[in-house]
């Protein structure tokens, strides 16, 4: 198993820049494709982005790419988003997520993955 545990969320103005952290612990951190997940109020959880065991490989939704770079360091079991550009649109909880790896296939709905983080709120002002 593995828990996680997200920082880095905070209100900020249009335009500005957040780094979201994913602090894992637990064993065997690097056997886990990571991702990170927001939610609206009155909307569904949906995915942002993930990147697999294989840090080459990542995937975005469309609203953010170009805006937002996903990343992982195994040797601080941690994962991170970094945020640029952010538009009210981008204000959610954000969620990282946690699956055992199983191959090169993203995956992009959260009943894939197992294992949530708690949230951290980020509020993006006009």
């Known amino acids: 198993q593995v828990q996680l545990v997200e920082s880095g969320g905070t209100l900020v103005q249009a335009g500005g820049s957040l780094r979201l952290s994913c602090a894992a612990s637990?064993?065997?951190?690097?056997?886990?494709?990571m991702a990170w997940f927001r939610q609206a109020p009155g909307k569904e959880r949906e995915f942002v982005a993930d990147i697999l065991r294989s840090i080459s490989s990542t995937h975005y939704t469309d609203s953010v790419k170009g805006r937002f770079t996903i990343s992982r360091d195994n040797a601080k079991s941690t994962v991170y988003l970094q945020m640029n550009s952010l538009q009210p649109a981008d204000t959610a909880v954000y969620y990282c997520?946690?699956?055992?790896?199983?191959?090169?296939?993203?995956?992009?709905?959260?009943?894939?993955?197992?294992?949530w983080g708690q949230g951290t709120q980020v509020t993006v002002s006009s």
């Open positions: 637990g064993r065997a951190f690097n056997m886990y494709d």
């Open positions: 997520a946690a699956a055992w790896s199983a191959g090169f296939a993203p995956r992009r709905l959260p009943s894939q993955y197992p294992y």
